[in-house]
């Protein structure tokens, strides 16, 4: 290591300024990925096959456990990189009451868990009290927005007792970092009313690729025993018997997920020779060096 030191500070000015000007490209592109959260994980609302009339497939749905204290969820894998990944924003969508509503009529807090798959249970990352009137969701820890959103059809969820709110729920600002390849469980929980109901899709129908769908979605209880965390109860599938048999529709929690893979060691090592490169030629050109 120090040889190479000592060869970048002897560099000759020319051969120093060309290798500045090639990392400076490596830095700058590099600098852009770190600073602007790319989309990870793509699994996002349908555009096809939206509302169709009764008998008709339909790709849009909305998943609830429909017990106190528990609430559907689902998973996304993250890809192969060395040094693993930082994920600074997570999207999904619920459906909310009637849509002259808003979320705070049904509802009185939002809480939002996250954690390896593989791990002990999901951790609360994100909380927020609701208030009647409102939508708004000022809370504790990263940012949370609940925005009313609609298909791209401009049409908004459609149940048995008619049109209902469709919301897109934002965490921002995560600072969450995962291994290469981890599988990532996920969750909202949406005190009050009929619990939360997770927006859903069936991949085949949704028009547009569902990274990561498999047609089953998560089920998850708050733990007893330590509070502010929530355990993993098992898979369950929209319209079907337990273990996900029988039945033609399969559903996955729609998410979408944002961030970075962290830059492996080489990446680091060009960083410190375009400095030394720097260095060197600031030396270089200074009177009486």
Not at 59 to 82: H, I, K, Y
Not at 149 to 156: I, K, M, P, R
């Amino acid at each position: 290591m120090k040889n190479m030191f000592a060869a970048a500070a002897f560099m000759p000015s020319r051969l120093a300024i060309t290798a500045l000007a090639a990392a400076s490209v490596f830095l700058g592109s590099a600098g852009s990925a770190l600073a602007t959260p790319t989309l990870l994980v793509d699994r996002g609302l349908p555009t096809a096959n939206l509302n169709s009339p009764v008998g008709s497939p339909r790709s849009n749905t909305a998943v609830n456990v429909g017990a106190p204290r528990e609430f559907a969820g689902d998973d996304f894998q993250l890809g192969d990189n060395l040094l693993g990944w930082n994920i600074n924003k997570l999207s999904t969508w619920v459906v909310g009451g009637a849509t002259d509503s808003f979320l705070g009529d049904l509802y009185s807090s939002l809480a939002f868990y996250i954690g390896d798959a593989d791990g002990d249970g999901m951790q609360r990352l994100a909380f927020s009290n609701l208030s009647a009137g409102s939508d708004a969701t000022p809370g504790s820890g990263p940012s949370i927005s609940a925005t009313r959103v609609a298909y791209v059809d401009g049409s908004t969820f459609d149940s048995p007792e008619g049109p209902r709110a469709l919301y897109r729920v934002d965490f921002d600002n995560l600072g969450l970092h995962y291994a290469s390849n981890t599988l990532v469980q996920f969750g909202i929980d949406l005190e009050g009313g009929l619990g939360t109901m997770a927006h859903a899709s069936n991949a085949a129908l949704s028009g547009l690729p569902q990274a990561g769908a498999d047609g089953q979605y998560r089920q998850f209880k708050l733990s007893d025993s330590i509070p502010g965390t929530a355990d993993f109860t098992g898979f369950a599938c929209t319209g079907q018997d337990a273990g996900c048999v029988g039945g033609a529709f399969r559903s996955d929690v729609n998410v979408q997920v944002f961030g970075n893979r962290v830059p492996e060691p080489a990446s680091w090592a060009l960083s410190g020779m375009a400095l030394l490169a720097l260095a060197a030629t600031r030396r270089r050109s200074r009177p009486g060096v």
